[in-house]
C-alpha cells in the first residue's frame, strides 16, 4: 500500500538589502565601478561621448600593436550605438566581420566591441544579456573583448540590477562578466584565458 507524503515548501527569511549591500546609491557610482572593475582584471578607461568612436579605435590599433596583428579582425555588437561610426573609422585599419557569417566569423574574430545591459559598482561586474540580435559569443569567443559602459548604466549592486536595469521580457541568458576568465583546475596553476577572453576593456562613458 503507497502513502502519500505532503511536503510543504518553507520559504526563505527575507534578507533586508540595507544591512547587506557594500555599496550604497549616494557613492560614486563610476569611481566605484571603474576601481573594482579593476580590481577583478579589467583594463578601465574614461571618456566622453563625443571621443568615445575616437578612444575605441585607438584602443584597436593599440592591442593589435601589442599583439601582432598588422589587420585585426572585429565582432561589433549590432545594437552598439556606435558600430557605424566605428566600421567607418577603422575601415583602413581593420576588417569587421559579419556576425550573421555564424562560427567562422566568431571564431576567426581578434577582439569583440560590445554593448552593455547593466554595470554593476559593488562587484566591478558587466552585464550582458543575449538574444535576438544579441550574440553571447561576442564577448565571449575573441582573445579581446572590449566593453562600452554608459555612466547611467552603472547600478549599485545586484539587488537594483534586477530591481531595475534588467529588461522586463526576459533574454535568452544573462552574463555577468567580473574579469577575464579565469581557472586553477589543472595542478593549481592559475590561468587566464581558457574560457574565454584573455583579457577586457572597459570604456567607461561619462556623458
Known sequence: MRRSVTRQIVPLPAIDPSVVRCCTPDVDLAATFCERASEVGMHVVRTTSGICTERVAELVGNVATRLGIAHPKLIIDLQ????????????????????????????????????????????????????????????????????????????????????????????????????????????GILITGVHGPREVYVIVVDK
Open 80 to 187: 552598439l550605438a556606435e558600430r557605424a561610426a566605428l566600421c567607418a573609422t577603422l575601415a583602413d585599419r581593420a576588417t569587421v566581420l559579419d556576425p550573421h557569417d555564424g562560427d567562422d566569423a566568431l571564431f576567426a574574430a581578434d577582439i569583440g566591441i560590445t554593448s552593455v545591459e547593466a554595470a554593476v559598482a559593488e562587484t566591478g561586474s558587466l552585464v550582458s544579456v543575449s538574444g535576438q540580435e544579441g550574440w553571447r559569443s561576442t564577448s565571449l569567443l575573441p582573445v579581446v573583448h572590449i566593453a562600452i559602459v554608459r555612466a547611467a548604466q552603472i547600478v549599485p549592486d545586484l539587488y537594483d540590477l534586477f530591481e531595475s536595469r534588467l529588461p522586463k521580457r526576459i533574454p535568452t541568458a544573462i552574463t555577468l562578466i567580473s574579469g577575464p576568465s579565469k581557472t586553477a583546475d589543472i595542478e
